[in-house]
């Protein structure tokens, strides 16, 4: 989440790979025996105005910069599109309270519905309803368990951001022949399948290099949990090779814990992408020397990908004529080499 997705105010990232893709509907000419004839890729069809279409959108609350960002996002998209009329509803940390605001969209007869569940599991039977009451679903972020209860699903990479954690570590241990090192790892919310996949990750790539971690812990997202569980790690190791914090909103607690004991023998890296990581990347003082992203620019592009599937139209880059089920996003490592050209796509903590 954060630590992910088009992840702040920013409409680009994965939204720039819908915004060339989302051209034209028109079917593409029949294949030759030598080769397929191009689709006319370059008419800008889809984003012409079309057919008027009300889009429902339900997120958490934003208690921290990722989901911010996913609302902003959400927000600032619809409102670049004449034919979409834009519908939140009153963004809940409540399981109960996002079941009813969903449920009011239904009753509104929404065309499509773009939801970001506090979680998948409890709110696959809502999203099954919209379905039933055929009202297609765009999944973000959290995937509802049952594939009939979205229509199309969108977001980061969770396992890719294990994984590229793992190799930023791994390659750096290996590069200072570090041996048996200490690596611990501070986890979102442990009990989330995103969470756990980013584990699974880091522990496989770690493994290329014979590594593994020697603790983790969870900070349920939080920058007073991810300071206390940062002190605590810190208690409990008097020294540290590597440390991954899965989310750059619950690393704002993680770094100040760090410079309050004043360790700095490690390496750490961030997830998700935050300006404030990024500055503390770029300024080539702190400990935090990477962050894999996960965007939140995910949500425009959700946004798009309700308004195209409400209208009957498809990806026009693509063959086929419809809307894919499935979009992850990939997850990229951010150094001080390369943070110059992620900082238009941050989002502040």
């Not at 893709?21 to 080769?35: D, K, R, W």
């Not at 834009?86 to 996002?98: A, L, M, R, S, Y």
């Not at 989330?192 to 603790?215: H, I, M, N, W």
Request: charged share 20%; aromatic share 6%.
């Amino acid at each position: 989440m954060s630590d992910n997705v088009a992840r702040r105010g920013f409409l680009v990232g994965g939204a720039v790979l819908l915004a060339a893709g989302c051209t034209s509907n028109e079917p593409a000419a029949a294949p030759s025996s030598a080769a397929p004839a191009p689709s006319a890729a370059a008419t800008g069809g889809n984003d012409q105005p079309g057919e008027k279409v009300t889009i429902g959108f339900s997120a958490p609350a934003a208690d921290h910069g990722w989901i911010a960002a996913i609302a902003k996002n959400a927000e600032a998209t619809a409102k670049q599109y004449s034919d979409i009329d834009f519908k939140p509803v009153e963004p809940t940390n409540d399981i109960n309270q996002q079941i009813s605001a969903v449920e009011s969209l239904i009753a509104a007869k929404v065309d499509a519905l773009v939801i970001l569940p506090n979680d998948g599991q409890q709110l696959n039977q809502v999203a099954l309803q919209a379905t039933e009451a055929g009202i297609p679903v765009v999944n973000l972020d959290r995937i509802f368990p049952d594939k009939l209860a979205y229509r199309t699903w969108i977001g980061g990479d969770n396992y890719g951001m294990g994984v590229a954690a793992g190799h930023f570590i791994g390659k750096q241990l290996k590069d200072k022949g570090v041996s048996n090192p200490v690596i611990v790892e501070i986890q979102g919310i442990a009990t989330l399948p995103l969470t756990q996949e980013r584990s699974k990750g880091f522990e496989d790539a770690l493994k290329t290099y014979g590594f593994s971690v020697t603790a983790k812990q969870d900070a349920q997202f939080t920058v007073e949990t991810g300071n206390e569980v940062a002190t605590s790690l810190l208690q409990a190791h008097k020294k540290i090779d590597a440390m991954w914090n899965h989310d750059d909103d619950q690393g704002v607690g993680v770094l100040a814990a760090i410079k309050e004991a004043g360790r700095d023998e490690f390496i750490m890296v961030g997830g998700a992408g935050s300006l404030n990581a990024m500055r503390e990347i770029q300024s080539g003082t702190s400990v935090l020397k990477a962050t894999v992203t996960y965007s939140p620019t995910m949500a425009s592009s959700a946004i798009k990908l309700a308004r195209l599937i409400a209208q009957g139209k498809g990806m026009s880059d693509l063959v086929e004529n419809q809307v894919p089920q499935s979009i992850t996003l990939a997850s990229e490592t951010i150094t001080k080499d390369n943070v110059e050209n992620y900082l238009a796509l941050g989002f502040e903590s």
